[in-house]
């Protein structure tokens, strides 16, 4: 029969197919990542059930082993224990060949029992959603013919390369590869941009390696995530409790000194920190300083630009040759970049809260007294850092 139960046009299967498999993202990005991965929200069990419920219709995908696979990709990210890293295994491969990765990394047991741990285990885990995964995509498959006849057949095909292309490949692939990067972590994780309908807003995948914790990705006021979005609409129902969101450093005015608050904040808050160093000294510098530089220094200067910023450990050897080439035509530039270098030291070197106290305090002291205006400005700013109130247990 041609038709199922529902006789559509052909926009309303469009409208149908796109419908299914935006529930299913958002039962990935919601459940699966922000609740169970990183446990930065708790659900109503009600609630909790459902998406367990439609990612056993929709995937077939075992909550605890999508757990640990994501576990170790944070654990062992850009390295070769990686279980998706493009840098490692080609960015085509995991692109492409997403699910598969996938696939041998829950083959192997000890991730599995290694990262998995936390996951649900009642009775439906144990007797229906692990040992008849597949069932349910059957089920599925069944639904979808008797609701929209032939048609259901390519429904429930793009509900099935749904979350392998777009969260396996896309997401794992090019969110490691292509896009910005709001935090320079020592990661490859970029945010892709507007793709936020299509894959719940984990397309701000810089964003959440920044800060893993966190159930709310966006974090600069023009991007939006509409993950988040639920989320705030279920917390209103009572149906969320959000339990950890980025840390969130503020200037206080009235600070005059570096003080406890002021490292705690630093600590915290350190990839805000690093990143207002990129926006307020290092590139503020640099455009005064190619302002200045004759043709063949502006040149330098300008390959060098991207490079300036970035994370140093991310560099490979054509990069570092061209930082070096740039800072060593100028000097007013390899002083903030030194400096730059040494506050993203401190945190790694200083051990305890005193010493690492003592260490800002100095850092301020000495980049007050260097001479340059926006090194200066940005010292003396440090010492208003502080935290906001934590926003732990919202809901």
């Known amino acids: 029969m041609l038709y199922g139960l529902l006789d559509l046009p052909w926009w309303g299967y469009v409208l149908v197919a796109l419908a299914l498999t935006h529930v299913t993202i958002v039962s990935v990005t919601l459940f699966l990542h922000r609740a169970q991965a990183h446990r930065a929200l708790e659900m109503h069990p009600a609630l909790a059930h459902f998406f367990r419920f439609w990612l056993w219709l929709t ?3 075992i909550t605890r082993e999508w757990v640990a696979v994501h576990r170790k990709h944070h654990a062992k990210c ?7 890293s493009p840098h490692h295994k080609g960015i085509g ?6 699910a598969e990765l996938y696939g041998e990394e829950t083959a192997r047991a000890e991730t599995v029992e290694h990262y998995g741990h936390g996951a649900p285990d009642d009775w439906l885990e144990r007797h229906l959603y692990t040992p008849y995964n597949l069932a349910g995509v059957a089920l599925m498959l069944l639904l979808d013919l008797a609701l929209f006849g ?9 509900q099935m390369i749904w979350i392998p292309f777009w969260a396996a490949g896309v997401i794992n692939g090019l969110g490691h590869w292509w896009g910005y990067r709001n935090y320079e972590t020592t990661d490859g994780s970029t945010n892709l941009g507007p793709l936020g309908i299509l894959i719940g807003g984990e397309e701000m995948h810089n964003n959440h390696h920044a800060f893993p914790g966190s159930a709310k990705f966006s974090l600069k006021r023009w991007e939006f995530d509409i993950g988040w979005m639920y989320l705030s609409i279920f917390r209103a129902a009572g149906l969320v409790r959000i339990k950890k969101l980025a840390p969130k450093p503020v200037f206080d005015p009235s600070k005059d000194r570096v003080d406890l608050e002021t490292a705690r904040a630093v600590v915290v808050g350190r990839l805000h920190l690093m990143a207002q160093f990129a926006r307020l000294v290092m590139l503020p510098v640099l455009h005064d300083e190619l302002d200045k530089a004759d043709a063949s220094c502006r040149r330098l200067l300008k390959r060098g630009r991207r490079v300036l910023v970035r994370e140093e450990s991310r560099m490979d050897a054509r990069a570092q040759n061209r930082l070096m080439q740039a800072l060593q035509h100028n000097e007013t530039l390899q002083t903030v970049y030194e400096y730059r270098v040494r506050l993203q030291a401190l945190w790694a070197r200083s051990q305890g809260t005193e010493k690492f106290l003592a260490a800002l305090q100095e850092w301020c002291a000495q980049a007050e007294a260097s001479g340059i205006q926006a090194l200066q400005d940005f010292a003396r700013a440090v010492r208003g850092y502080s935290l906001a109130p934590r926003p732990v247990a919202v809901g």
Do not use: R, S
Request: no cysteine.
């Open 93 to 98: 491969t995991v692109l492409w060949q997403g």
């Open 59 to 61: 995937t077939g995908m």
């Open 150 to 158: 032939v048609y259901g057949i390519i429904i429930w095909a793009v």
């Open 78 to 84: 850009e390295t070769a224990e990686d279980p998706h």
